[in-house]
Structures are given as structure tokens and as C-alpha cells.
């Protein structure tokens, strides 16, 4: 017999931009915090959609023109789950992108400033999910719930 996990959830809406973002992260981390989700799940959650809504604003929309994000969160007492939908761009070759470190054994010069993105989401994240979707593409990422204290803000 399978029970059912009691679920509590919050959704947000933002432009897809760089101030829509912050607006969203912070949107976010308030209504964690008042969930109680501890301060170590919030910091990896925060780094995880930070990434992800702003890969949204930078390769999804034009900057001129940005669309809407929608954050979609489900919070259970195992885990944490986030919808991210947008309307803009889909993915490249439509799907995820694998996450491999960009080569970091070159002189210090020539190290990439950029490139690390998917790697941390693929590895702070316990899942990854993504498609698209009658013009939409809808991204869900899952975190294992692994603290009951309170986000410090």
C-alpha cells in the first residue's frame, strides 16, 4: 500500500529576465524559509535555479523582448520539486545539455569564464527533466529534502 506524501506548493510568476530572476529567487527563498526548508537545501536549491531561469533570460527570450517564467514548486517532506516553464527559445538539439566541466587544465589565462552551468544543475540536482511542448518548454527539477530547519535570510 502506497501512501501519499501531504504536499504544500507555491507558483510564481516573473518576466524572463535578469530582474525577473532576482525577483523569482527571492520569491523563492522567502517561501522556502517559510516552509522551513533548512538553510543547506535552500543555498543548493537557490545555485540550481539561479542557473537554470538564467540560462531562461539569457538564451531563451531576447533581451528586448523577454517573456514570461512560470515556477511551479511542490514541497513534500522528502522532497522538493520546481516546474519551470517559458515560452521562448527551445533547448538546442532539444534536449538537455550533458553538463561536462568545460577543460579546466589550461594555463590560467584560458580558463572559460562560463560553461559550468549545467554541470552544477545536473549535480546538485537529484533530477533533471525536460521537453517541450506545444511551444513551450517545460524544465522540472527535484531535490531530495534532507533538512528540517529554517532558510536564514
Not at 518576466?15 to 523563492?28: N, P, Y
Not at 522528502?78 to 579546466?104: C, E, M, N
Given at each position: 500500500?502506497?501512501?501519499?506524501?501531504?504536499?504544500?506548493?507555491?507558483?510564481?510568476?516573473?518576466?524572463?529576465?535578469?530582474?525577473?530572476?532576482?525577483?523569482a529567487l527571492?520569491?523563492?527563498?522567502?517561501?522556502?524559509?517559510?516552509?522551513?526548508?533548512?538553510?543547506?537545501?535552500?543555498?543548493?536549491?537557490?545555485?540550481?535555479?539561479?542557473?537554470?531561469?538564467?540560462?531562461?533570460?539569457?538564451?531563451?527570450?531576447?533581451?528586448?523582448?523577454?517573456?514570461?517564467?512560470?515556477?511551479?514548486?511542490?514541497?513534500?517532506?522528502?522532497?522538493?520539486?520546481?516546474?519551470?516553464?517559458?515560452?521562448?527559445?527551445?533547448?538546442?538539439?532539444?534536449?538537455?545539455?550533458?553538463?561536462?566541466?568545460?577543460?579546466?587544465?589550461?594555463?590560467?589565462?584560458?580558463?572559460?569564464?562560463?560553461?559550468?552551468?549545467?554541470?552544477?544543475i545536473r549535480?546538485?540536482?537529484?533530477?533533471?527533466?525536460?521537453?517541450?511542448?506545444?511551444?513551450?518548454?517545460?524544465?522540472?527539477?527535484?531535490?531530495?529534502?534532507?533538512?528540517?530547519?529554517?532558510?536564514?535570510?
Amino acid at each position: 500500500m502506497k501512501i501519499d506524501e501531504p504536499k504544500k506548493g507555491f507558483s510564481i510568476s516573473v518576466t524572463g529576465s535578469m530582474a525577473g530572476v532576482r525577483e523569482a529567487l527571492t520569491q523563492i527563498r522567502n517561501q522556502l524559509s517559510d516552509l522551513g526548508i533548512s538553510e543547506n537545501t535552500c543555498g543548493t536549491v537557490e545555485l540550481v535555479l539561479a542557473e537554470a531561469m538564467n540560462n531562461i533570460a539569457e538564451h531563451a527570450y531576447e533581451p528586448e523582448s523577454p517573456g514570461q517564467l512560470h515556477i511551479c514548486a511542490r514541497v513534500s517532506p522528502s522532497f522538493l520539486r520546481f516546474d519551470l516553464q517559458d515560452f521562448g527559445k527551445p533547448l538546442p538539439d532539444q534536449g538537455l545539455a550533458l553538463g561536462k566541466l568545460p577543460d579546466h587544465n589550461v594555463p590560467v589565462h584560458d580558463l572559460p569564464e562560463g560553461g559550468f552551468g549545467w554541470f552544477l544543475i545536473r549535480t546538485l540536482a537529484a533530477s533533471v527533466k525536460y521537453r517541450r511542448e506545444n511551444e513551450k518548454n517545460q524544465l522540472t527539477l527535484s531535490f531530495p529534502r534532507k533538512n528540517m530547519g529554517k532558510c536564514n535570510l
